[in-house]
T-cell receptor
Framework: SQQGEEDPQALSIQEGENATMNCSYK?????LQWYRQNSGRGLVHLIL?????REKHSGRLRVTLDTSKKSSSLLITASRAADTASYFC?????????FGEGTQLTVNP | DTAVSQTPKYLVTQMGNDKSIKCEQN?????MYWYKQDSKKFLKIMFS???????INETVPNRFSPKSPDKAHLNLHINSLELGDSAVYFC????????????FGSGTQLSVL
């Protein structure tokens, strides 16, 4: 069964604005990861947050995890046109990594 | 010097044919995967191998058969292709199992006519 559901499905913003994407999951996880997929390309790992962590930063990325609500959010600050891509959350349970449906982010120059 | 490479990038074929997709990783990883991404971009795991041993085998038709000749290679053979097999297939690898990040290939766009 699908691990993650993402919200919104599509997001369009202007360059320089912040973008927030949310992910909810159903079962217990060991960690949660976020990936980016540019059009026609493979997925690229962005950041991993462990189940005992609440917040993590990497450059312009900020990820939060609320295990009580089974949800995570990815914030991209000061967005750039090059951030245009699909973003996926993925939860790890045991040896299995299960992906959400993805959010299509469009950053307009 | 691509980390995870899969070939071909595009595969167009007729229903009923048999085709293979090859994947190789030069990262020294122990674990390799095949994922299927449908037209709505939903990614679903198909298979996972660790050191040539099958560890995840999702509910996939037995027309799909993975083969791992060594831990750097994981190929996917598909028999009797059907229209519903049309999708993008991604190979990935990771340094271990469970909770580690995956490195993806660039995908194979399979179109069954």
């Amino acid at each position: 069964s699908q691990q993650g559901e993402e919200d919104p499905q599509a997001l369009s913003i202007q360059e320089g604005e912040n973008a927030t994407m949310n992910c909810s999951y159903k079962t217990s996880i060991n960690n949660l990861q976020w990936y980016r997929q540019n059009s026609g390309r493979g997925l690229v790992h962005l950041i991993l947050i462990r189940s005992n962590e609440r917040e993590k930063h990497s450059g312009r990325l900020r990820v939060t995890l609320d295990t009580s609500k089974k949800s995570s959010s990815l914030l991209i600050t000061a967005s750039r046109a090059a951030d245009t891509a699909s973003y996926f959350c993925a939860g790890t349970s045991g040896s299995r990594l299960t992906f959400g449906e993805g959010t299509q982010l469009t950053v307009n120059p | 010097d691509t980390a995870v490479s899969q070939t071909p990038k595009y595969l167009v074929t007729q229903m009923g044919n048999d085709k293979s997709i090859k994947c190789e990783q030069n990262l020294g990883h122990d674990t390799m995967y095949w994922y299927k991404q449908d037209s709505k971009k939903f990614l679903k795991i198909m298979f996972s191998y660790n050191n040539k041993e099958l560890i995840i085998n999702e509910t996939v038709p037995n027309r799909f058969s993975p083969k791992s000749p060594d831990k750097a290679h994981l190929n996917l053979h598909i028999n009797s292709l059907e229209l519903g097999d049309s999708a993008v297939y991604f190979c990935a690898s990771s340094p271990g199992q469970g909770g580690v990040k995956l490195f993806f290939g660039s995908g194979t766009q399979l179109s069954v006519l």
